[in-house]
């Protein structure tokens, strides 16, 4: 496959948003974990991605412009990546800092970049829906992000956690304009539209009214940014237990509860997929799914193999597959092959995600497999090799941007794989 960028124009512009609802720190769950509360083990980091190529990336002012690559090279930004270069920084200061990151991802060989917007029903753009995240100041970090990747001709995805709110401190403090606050004080809503698991809350996607809203969100950021597409993370249910959603489910009068949840998380991707359309057909969404079969089934109701054999829900797949050769319930090998087969529609893409952050260190969910990341701190070369050598495939994913540059272990490993992956994206194999 080539990495030619390839730009795509359309007058689909939205206008304005039809049917919106009403004028924290945590990290992401370990896909390999196979946990029933998905808050109980979390990701050191979350991740997006960044795109380099030779075509002017900026938008027209009277148009919706999507810029897309043949071969995705692509590195998550997470939200964790923010505090230390957005908290109490200046406009000026923020941008410094994200055209030396964005300059050091584009040297390496990377052309598209998922970005953190939402991360706990909190933004990091300009919304009338969801309450500023706490390191937000006077300004809107999401323009200077979007602007500066644009200008390395980055394409650029807003990546947005659907369901997952904040803790009780956050929701009680936060304004009653917002519709999340206003369900959380409406007893009738608190238990149902959304709901407390561990310490944090989640919307519920059983009920039209939250799928709106989370539609809505989107169709905010596609009126008001020219983003290349919008990217939703692996955060679908966030527990196993019944109680979750049981009045829902009562309501529905289902009898099966394992098909009813696949069957919501359908109906939000759905309509999130046609809310994207809507803006313009040349805009993705991308969906990183955790990397087993039995884990979306089970575990987060994520219906994988009807969104890479069918349209209308994805238009990109990027499994998370942050797995050794020797895990002994996901060995990385056999579970690419896995999903191979599994992305089947013409179009949709797979991308395959490999990440960084258990580089020198040992990995408890992996089995005997466990330290395969200590005596091989580099494995991230042959998993991208390999991805990139698989029919099938359409590019990797790089989990994430802090760890492969700024590593707090193995750092000499970090650097011969930054140095590997760069040849490998530049001479686009």
Same mark, same amino acid.
């Given at each position: 496959?080539?990495?030619?960028? @390839?730009?795509?124009?359309?007058?689909?512009?939205? *206008?304005?948003?039809?049917?919106?609802?009403? =004028?924290? /720190?945590?990290?992401?769950?370990?896909?390999?974990?196979?946990?029933? $509360?998905?808050?109980?083990?979390?990701?050191?980091? /979350?991740?997006?991605?960044?795109?380099?190529?030779?075509? $002017?990336?900026?938008?027209?002012?009277? +148009?919706? !412009?999507?810029?897309?690559?043949?071969?995705?090279?692509?590195?998550?930004?997470?939200?964790?990546?923010?505090?230390?270069?957005?908290?109490?920084?200046?406009?000026?200061?923020?941008?410094?800092?994200?055209?030396?990151?964005?300059?050091?991802?584009?040297?390496?060989?990377?052309?598209?970049?998922?970005?953190?917007?939402?991360?706990?029903?909190?933004?990091?753009?300009?919304?009338?829906?969801?309450?500023? !995240?706490?390191?937000?100041?006077?300004?809107?970090?999401?323009?200077?992000?979007?602007?500066?990747?644009?200008?390395?001709?980055?394409?650029?995805?807003?990546?947005?956690?659907?369901?997952?709110?904040?803790?009780?401190?956050?929701?009680?403090?936060?304004?009653?304009?917002?519709?999340?606050?206003?369900?959380?004080?409406?007893?009738?809503?608190?238990?149902?539209?959304?709901?407390?698991?561990?310490?944090?809350?989640?919307?519920?996607?059983?009920?039209?009214?939250?799928?709106? %809203?989370?539609? $809505?969100?989107? *169709?905010? @950021? %596609?009126?008001?940014?020219?983003?290349?597409?919008?990217?939703?993370?692996?955060?679908?249910?966030?527990?196993? +237990?019944?109680?979750?959603?049981?009045?829902?489910?009562?309501?529905?009068?289902?009898?099966?509860?394992?098909?009813?949840?696949?069957?919501?998380?359908?109906?939000?991707?759905? =309509?999130?997929?046609?809310?994207?359309?809507?803006?313009?057909?040349?805009?993705?969404?991308? @969906?990183?799914?955790?990397?087993?079969?039995?884990?979306?089934?089970?575990?987060?109701?994520?219906?994988?193999?009807?969104?890479?054999?069918?349209?209308?829900?994805?238009?990109?797949?990027?499994?998370?597959?942050?797995?050794?050769?020797?895990? /002994?319930?996901?060995?990385?090998?056999?579970?690419?092959?896995?999903?191979?087969?599994?992305?089947?529609?013409?179009?949709?893409?797979?991308?395959?995600?490999?990440?960084?952050?258990?580089?020198?260190? +040992?990995?408890?969910?992996?089995?005997?497999?466990?330290?395969?990341?200590?005596? +091989?701190?580099?494995?991230?070369?042959?998993?991208?090799?390999?991805?990139?050598?698989?029919?099938?495939?359409?590019?990797? *994913?790089?989990?994430?941007?802090?760890?492969?540059?700024?590593?707090?272990?193995?750092? $000499? !490993?970090?650097?011969? @794989?930054?140095? *590997?992956?760069?040849?490998?994206?530049?001479?686009?194999?």
């Amino acid at each position: 496959m080539t990495h030619k960028i @390839i730009p795509i124009f359309s007058a689909f512009l939205l *206008a304005f948003l039809s049917g919106c609802a009403a =004028q924290t /720190e945590q990290s992401v769950s370990e896909n390999a974990a196979f946990c029933d $509360d998905i808050t109980k083990h979390v990701q050191q980091v /979350e991740q997006l991605h960044v795109a380099s190529g030779t075509t $002017d990336c900026t938008p027209d002012d009277t +148009e919706t !412009a999507a810029y897309h690559y043949d071969t995705v090279y692509g590195m998550w930004f997470p939200y964790l990546d923010y505090g230390e270069i957005l908290a109490g920084k200046t406009a000026d200061q923020f941008r410094d800092a994200v055209r030396q990151r964005f300059q050091q991802v584009a040297d390496m060989g990377i052309n598209t970049v998922y970005l953190h917007l939402r991360a706990f029903g909190d933004a990091y753009y300009q919304s009338a829906l969801f309450p500023p !995240a706490k390191e937000v100041g006077d300004y809107d970090p999401f323009s200077i992000l979007l602007e500066e990747a644009h200008q390395l001709h980055l394409s650029v995805h807003g990546w947005v956690n659907p369901l997952r709110l904040q803790k009780d401190s956050a929701m009680a403090s936060m304004s009653d304009s917002y519709p999340v606050k206003q369900w959380y004080s409406d007893p009738q809503k608190n238990g149902t539209y959304l709901c407390k698991v561990g310490e944090y809350w989640w919307l519920n996607p059983a009920y039209p009214e939250v799928r709106q %809203l989370v539609a $809505d969100g989107v *169709a905010e @950021i %596609l009126a008001q940014y020219h983003v290349d597409g919008i990217h939703l993370d692996d955060y679908f249910y966030p527990t196993t +237990e019944t109680a979750f959603d049981a009045a829902a489910f009562a309501d529905a009068k289902a009898d099966d509860l394992g098909a009813f949840r696949l069957e919501q998380v359908n109906a939000m991707v759905q =309509q999130i997929y046609s809310t994207v359309k809507a803006a313009s057909p040349a805009i993705q969404l991308s @969906i990183s799914p955790q990397g087993t079969m039995d884990g979306n089934y089970t575990k987060q109701y994520a219906d994988v193999r009807r969104w890479g054999t069918e349209t209308g829900y994805c238009d990109v797949l990027i499994p998370q597959l942050y797995y050794g050769f020797a895990n /002994e319930t996901a060995p990385f090998a056999e579970t690419l092959q896995t999903w191979t087969e599994t992305v089947s529609s013409e179009s949709v893409s797979l991308v395959i995600g490999i990440g960084t952050h258990k580089c020198g260190k +040992e990995d408890t969910w992996a089995g005997s497999g466990s330290m395969e990341w200590c005596s +091989e701190p580099t494995l991230p070369i042959r998993q991208a090799k390999l991805a990139l050598e698989t029919n099938g495939t359409d590019g990797v *994913a790089v989990y994430d941007y802090e760890t492969t540059f700024q590593p707090d272990t193995a750092a $000499d !490993a970090l650097s011969q @794989i930054r140095e *590997a992956l760069g040849k490998l994206f530049r001479n686009g194999k």
